[in-house]
Every structure is written in C-alpha cells, then in structure tokens.
C-alpha cells in the first residue's frame, strides 16, 4: 500500500491564492512518476473550494493519467474545531499520511509537525514591514521563526525568497528546497467558448484595445505607479483608444489610508475615463479578460513566485514586470522590465509596446498561442516536480 502525501486546503480557505498554489503543487507532483509511484495524494477541503480540485477526480483525468495515479478528494463539511481534529488525527494516524504538505503551524497542524512539510510563500513582511500593522508583523514573525528553526523540510518559491530566508534567518534549522510552480489552468481554459468570450466582453464593454492589471488591491501590488504611469500618457495624448482594466476587490484591511488615496487619484479627471474598474471577477472571466488583453501590467514590489505572471505564460501574453528580483528570475523572453517606482519609465513601456501590439505583423505574437503556453506549462510542471522528489525523499 502506497504512502500518501496530504494537501489540506482547510488551513488556507481564508486564502484563495493559497488554495491555488495547492493545486498547482499537486499537479506537479502529477507529472512525476517517481512521486507517483511511491505516493497516492490526498486534498481535504471545504465544500465551498472543492471545485478548485475537480480536475484531480477520477474521471477528469487525461488519458495518460487514469490508473496510474490515485487522488483521493475528501470535502469536509463541519465547522466543529475539535470534530475536525479527531477527523485529521484518524486520516492521517491511520490512513498512511507521510507527509502533510504546507502544513499550517495551528493547533491541529502541531499535532502532526513531524510529518509537516512548510512553505512560506514570500517575506514581503520582512523586506516591506511599513505595509503590515505591529499585531500582524508580530504574529508572522513568531510562526516564521517557529518554521525556520525546526528541522522540518521547507520549501519556497523562488531563490529570491531563499535569499530573504538567509538573510534574516541565519541560524535557520530546517531542510531548504525552492520549488517553482505553473499555473494549471489547462482545464478552464478548454472549457472557455467563443460564446463565453463575447459574453464577458458584453459584460464588462471590453470593446477595443485594453491593457489588463489583474492584482489584489493590496499595497505591496503598486497600483499606484500604474495610475501616475496613465497620469503621465494622458498628458501627451497618447494611446486614446486604449482602456486600462483592473481587477480585484479594492481594499486592503491594514492600509485604508493607501485605499482611499489610490480611489482619489483613479477618479481624477484626466484619467478617470480610461481606466475601468470591474471589482472581483470569478476565474473564468479574468482569463477572457486576460487572453483579450494586448498585454498585462505587473507592478508589484513584492512577490513570492507570480501567480498572475505564471497564468499570463500559459496563454502565451506579453507582460510589463517590475523590476525586482523575483521577476528576474521568473520572466520568460514576452517580459519587459521597468523600475516599480518610475512611472514616466512605465508610461513610456507602455507606449512603446502599444505600438509594437498594433504593428499587422506581430498582431499574432500579442494575441498568444496558447496551445504553445499550455505545452510549456507541461514541461516546466515536469522540470519543478525535481525539486518536490527531493522534498518527499
């Protein structure tokens, strides 16, 4: 009977990202066979998520899949803490659990730290702690630290995130393996439509050119330089017949005052009717929004590994990057970089790449080849699924 690797999405229900890296994890583990040869997996999930895993199910999977490995999907309904513990006890006590992978440091999560497996997506806290209220920067730390000085394994995203690690952990004591992930977003993207597509664009009056910043409102996104950047491009009356579209609920629970002044300068004048806002879109929409894109803008000054930019490969976009380490390492050859703070820098990126995204012969070029992005996917999946061997030594 093979071990099995457990993917508890209930520790990360309040973090919609968190349950996609899961997902994204697992299906690299997927297109390994000498994981799959050792392990079964098993996700544990709420029923209001349990849609993130369908493509795992049985009979969801491709061809080449089907019988050679085994996911077991369990959808916990209870709200109870101590039904869910002895439920977690019993499932991983008695059902071969080796390893509980991205364990949460909670009260349930200490009982199996043994076999617990940590990720800590980035140490945005640590290198912009001005972003995090004192409770929080508090509460962080103390969990961090509890991870990095056990000898657990610990995997990251990226080398720059181990570069942060060793930097204000020196003395750390756990096993470090980086990881990259792709994003699988193969099966929404097939079950996207030519009618899907129109619909979404009758939706949100996505007629014409657009530039597309897909981002949390969150502080570290850097929103702001996008706007001044807009700011800037009205000022010389270019790009007239160009919208700039976003996405993402605006608010960001520990910097209220950011919200409000981003709100302000978004509705200003002279910028206010080339920018339009859509609020939250559910995934499906965002990547017709994103496939329609001339391109995308990311402006963060901070990430782990880029989920926006690992969707923006698989359909094959061109991206505006921020310059910071992160972004080097993940960019692929449809990146353009600029510095995060200069937005006359930005605006005239953005110029320069409208321009080339109207020339007739690289009109194929922006709009992707998503079939070529899908493949890539595939591979890269199967080059990162190396590093999660040596985590499940």
Known sequence: MKKKILFNGLGNRGWIGGLYYLKNILFSCLQ??????????????DPAHADIFDAFREENLSAELKGKVHVDIRVYEGTNKWKLMLYEMNLIWLHGVK??????????GRLFKKKGIFWIPDFQHRTLPEFFQEEELAQKQAKDTEMVMSTNPMVLSSNDAKHDLERFYPEHRCEVEVVHFVSYIEPEIRAITPEMEAAV????DLKGNYIYLPNQFWQHKNHIVAVKAIEEIKKRGALSDYKFVFTGNLEDYRNPDYIDRLKEIMSAEDVKDSIRLLGFVDRTEQLCIMKHAKFLVQPSLCEGWGTVLEDAKVLDKTVLLSDIPVHREQKNEKCKLFDPHNPKELAELIEETAMEAGKTELADEFAGDTERGIANMYREAKEYSKALERVFR
């Open 99 to 108: 390893y509980c992978y991205a364990l949460e440091l909670n009260r349930i």
């Open 32 to 45: 390994n066979p000498n994981i799959t040869d050792k392990f079964d997996m098993v996700v544990l999930i």
């Open 201 to 204: 664009a009758e939706k949100f």
